[in-house]
């Protein structure tokens, strides 16, 4: 009940009629005392303008004291970010980084730049991820290093230094893999010097190292056609 008459006070907002109403159920979000309660606010506000018109709240709530409320808090994120905006809208954008980076709970920082578009993010929220690359959590260096592949061309050559940076000190198998397929995205055929570069690192990256090489040989100009055929080789025995 509670979240229904939540999601009928943010449709105000989102039709123009009241532009309180959405804030009003980020204060019930962030001050309601049941946690059960606020998670339900927090669902209301699903797939709307919240990121924009709730003055920085998922900064509070992505820090919640319920790991459920955190949870809800990084899917409305991920989901705005995808369905509402597209990726397109760099304030919006730059709010997801803000919250991502305001999170002490590794899994919704990772949550959150793990199924993020950047391509619209500001210099300072580039910066953000590349200072998460040197998170304790291995989920979180992770994800950073996936957002840095889909920075602003502005953003590029920074993002680049770094996650090279990274891949030589990087212990984590599954962080570097997330590197590689970052440098490939940042420089696609133009990154295949550097990737020939990394294969002595981390020998038993070679193979995988290889695949990017290959792909990327191929020229394709679109990134979910290099991802489609990526993924296309993976599957060939």
Do not use: C
């Not at 159920?25 to 309601?32: D, G, S």
């Not at 927090?42 to 820090?63: F, P």
């Not at 950047?118 to 991820?129: D, F, L």
Request: no cysteine.
């Amino acid at each position: 009940m509670a979240e229904h008459l939540a999601a009928a006070l943010v449709a105000r907002t989102e039709r123009g009629a009241d532009p309180e109403a959405i804030k009003a159920v980020a204060k019930r979000a962030m001050e309601e005392r049941d946690p059960a309660v606020r998670a339900a606010a927090v669902r209301s506000m699903r797939r709307t303008s919240a990121l924009e018109s709730t003055d920085g709240a998922y900064e509070k709530l992505v820090r919640d004291a319920s790991p459920e409320v955190r949870m809800e808090a990084a899917t409305n994120i991920v989901e705005d970010i995808q369905n509402v905006y597209a990726g397109y809208h760099g304030p919006a954008s730059d709010a997801a980084v803000s919250a991502a980076a305001a999170s002490t709970d590794p899994k919704v920082t990772a949550k959150i730049l793990g199924n993020m578009d950047t391509q619209k993010i500001s210099a300072e929220s580039a910066g953000r991820i590349q200072s998460l690359l040197r998170s304790d959590d291995a989920e979180v260096r992770k994800a950073a290093a996936l957002a840095l592949g889909g920075v602003p061309a502005e953003q590029m050559a920074s993002a680049r230094q770094s996650v090279l940076a990274m891949y030589r000190d990087e212990q984590d198998t599954g962080v570097r893999k997330a590197l590689v397929q970052s440098l490939a995205q940042l420089g696609f055929i133009g990154a295949i010097p550097e990737l020939q570069r990394l294969r002595s690192t981390d020998p038993s990256l070679a193979p995988e190292i290889d695949a990017w090489i290959r792909v990327l040989s191929l020229d394709l100009q679109e990134w979910n056609l290099i991802l489609r055929e990526k993924q296309r080789l993976q599957q060939v025995p």
